[in-house]
Structures are given as C-alpha cells and as structure tokens.
C-alpha cells in the first residue's frame, strides 16, 4: 500500500519560514519525481513545484519562485518543501504527490498539511 504522509504545517505570520515534509512508503521512491500542490478555500488545486527522481531538476509555480525550494532525501523516502517570505496568500492545505516518469499524471496522492499565515 502506497502512503504519502506530509507534516511540518501550521501558522506563522506574514515574513516568516516553514518546512513541510512528506515520508513516502510502499513504492521505490526514487523511481518518482515528486511534487507539492495546495488548495486555498474556494479556488482550484494548483501546482507548487516539482522534483525529478534524483532531485537534480526543479520546477517552481511562479508564484512561489525565489521563496520556495523543494528537495529530496531518497534515502529517507521525505521530499521536503521549505517556505520562506511566507504572504498570507500561500495559506492553503498543501499535498504531496508522485508520479511516475513516462507519465502526465501524478499517480499518488498524500492527505495534505494545512498552512496558514497571519498578517
């Protein structure tokens, strides 16, 4: 069984920094490249950023470019999402999800992490 299970989230005021994780199991996590997703209240899910499988090539929404920075540990199966120059506009429920090289869609999925940022 496939699990991808994030964490790190929570509140922090506007300016401030914060790193999700997602510990991957069931699967040979460095077959995947892995990407991050999130979700406000009343908008659709959009992309964040993406990583390939050995974390040497990554892509960022441009949203989130130059504050944002994805990275891997194959080793630990945890890809990892640090947030810096946090804006109240990046509150949302953040996902984890893999996919498969050859593929167009992400094949997983984790149960997201809520972030908020305070003014």
Excluded: H
């Excluded at 120059?85 to 992400?106: F, M, N, W």
């Amino acid at each position: 069984q496939v699990q991808l299970v994030e964490s790190g989230g929570g509140v922090v005021q506007a300016g401030g920094s914060l790193r999700l994780s997602c510990a991957a199991s069931g699967l040979t996590f460095s077959s995947y490249y892995m990407g991050w997703f999130r979700q406000a209240p009343g908008k659709e899910r959009e992309f964040v950023a993406r990583i390939s499988r050995g974390g040497g090539v990554s892509t960022y929404a441009d949203s989130v470019k130059g504050r944002f920075t994805i990275s891997r540990d194959n080793a630990k199966n945890t890809v990892y999402l640090q947030m810096s120059s946090l804006k109240p506009e990046d509150t949302a429920v953040y996902y984890c999800a893999a996919g498969a090289v050859g593929t167009y869609q992400y094949t997983y999925w984790g149960q997201g992490t809520q972030v908020t940022v305070s003014s």
